[in-house]
């Protein structure tokens, strides 16, 4: 009878451990496994440079949502986002690519809007701009100074 | 089936096809090159060169600007949020501020044209929207591109944001008059707008 109590202990431990292993690589591999809450909405970027599965998308720098997958639509990207319940966003907000910092990550920033109109799930966000390619703008400048 | 029919069939659907499909250069292009033709015949024109002229040219450029832009839009997306808590008269107060400050921010760089060549590239049309993408080629032989987004307004089209190189113009005026909105404001950005219209 003892001996059945450890083993028996051993087992949960060894269950519970297993269990927390898994939960543990969900939330840091940031997937889903019961899908996820809240609705999606899509944006098309001229260009998504950068931008990955996963990345956080913010409005005021509070987290509201993340990239779910990004695909390629008549030569522009599709970016799938899912934004947490409660999240409204406007007809005319702007949603814009952005890096922390200089070197940092990317991430999708969105302005607000002031329209009556809210998008529904599914919906798209019209307004977009693409994240600001450094190595362009200062390859203008440098080709721009040639005499 | 007689070759005829099938010739009729297919006649049939080129048809919807060139009703379906848009026209290269559509009315939006066409609205576009018109304002931009107009705007570069005024700078362009020696009769009204030299600092004397100065006040009846930019009033001239105006004018057609104001033909082209839906400066409502313009200021609804630019304050967003906040367009909805002012009252009628806040709101055209608002608009010729924003319109005034806007023309003192980028007529000088019109009227400083040098010749720079631009060239129509794309138009998009979705419903109510479009839109025109041109590049500017500037005399240092850089390419700029500039999009231009438009809403249908009855049976013409209005301008209700502009992208330089990506950048929205009304998204830098949002984050900028959201900031100046929630740390003081919104009075207070009316002071700071009129005393940067002010300014010489």
Same mark, same amino acid.
């Given at each position: 009878?003892?001996?059945? &109590? ?39 970027? /001229? ?23 990004? /695909? ?23 949603? /814009? ?17 002031? /329209? ?16 600001? &390619? ?12 040639? &005499? | ?5 099938? !010739? ?11 009703? +379906? ?13 018109? =304002? ?7 700078? =362009? ?24 832009? $839906? ?6 997306? +630019? ?33 400083? !044209? ?15 929207? +479009? ?7 500037? =005399? ?7 999009? !231009? ?13 502009? +992208? ?14 959201? $900031? ?21």
């Amino acid at each position: 009878m003892k001996r059945f &109590d450890i083993e028996l202990t051993v087992g949960l431990f060894i269950i519970a451990g297993i269990l927390c292993l898994g939960y543990l690589s969900v939330k840091l591999g940031r997937m889903e496994i019961l899908g996820s809450k809240g609705y999606e909405v899509y944006a098309l970027f /001229s260009n998504s440079g950068g931008l990955k599965n996963g990345s956080s998308v913010v409005i005021a720098g509070v987290d509201v949502g993340r990239v779910k997958s990004i /695909s390629l639509e008549d030569y522009q990207a599709r970016v799938l986002i899912n934004l947490s319940e409660g999240v409204e966003i406007q007809e005319d907000a702007i949603a /814009s690519i952005k890096t922390k910092g200089l070197i940092g990550e990317k991430f999708i920033e969105i302005t607000p809007g002031g /329209s009556e109109t809210i998008i529904p799930p599914g919906g798209r966000i019209r307004e977009t701009q693409p994240p600001i &390619d450094f190595e362009q703008v200062i390859s203008k400048y440098v080709f721009g100074k040639v &005499d | 089936m007689k070759p005829i029919g099938l !010739y009729r069939k297919f006649l049939f659907f080129s048809l919807i096809f060139a009703i +379906a499909t848009p026209v290269c250069a559509g009315v939006p292009t066409e609205k576009i090159k018109d =304002t931009t033709e107009k705007i570069l015949s005024i700078v =362009t024109d020696p009769d009204l060169k030299g600092p004397d002229r100065d006040k009846e040219r930019k009033a001239l450029i105006r004018e057609v600007v104001d033909e082209r832009f $839906d400066w409502e839009e313009l200021s609804r997306r +630019a304050l967003a949020r906040h367009w909805r808590k002012l009252n009628e008269e806040q709101k055209k107060e608002f608009i010729i501020l924003f319109g005034k400050l806007l023309e003192r921010t980028y007529l000088d760089r019109v009227e400083g !044209y040098s010749g720079e060549q631009v060239t129509y590239v794309n138009e998009v049309i979705e419903g109510e929207y +479009a839109l025109v993408e041109i590049k500017v080629l500037t =005399t240092k032989g850089t390419e700029i591109p500039v999009n !231009y987004k438009l809403r249908k307004k009855g049976e013409d089209w209005r301008v209700y944001d502009i +992208a330089i190189e990506g950048v929205s113009l009304v998204n830098n005026y949002r984050v900028q008059f959201n $900031d100046i909105i929630t740390k003081s404001s919104y009075e207070e950005l009316v002071k700071k707008l009129q005393e940067k219209v002010a300014e010489k």
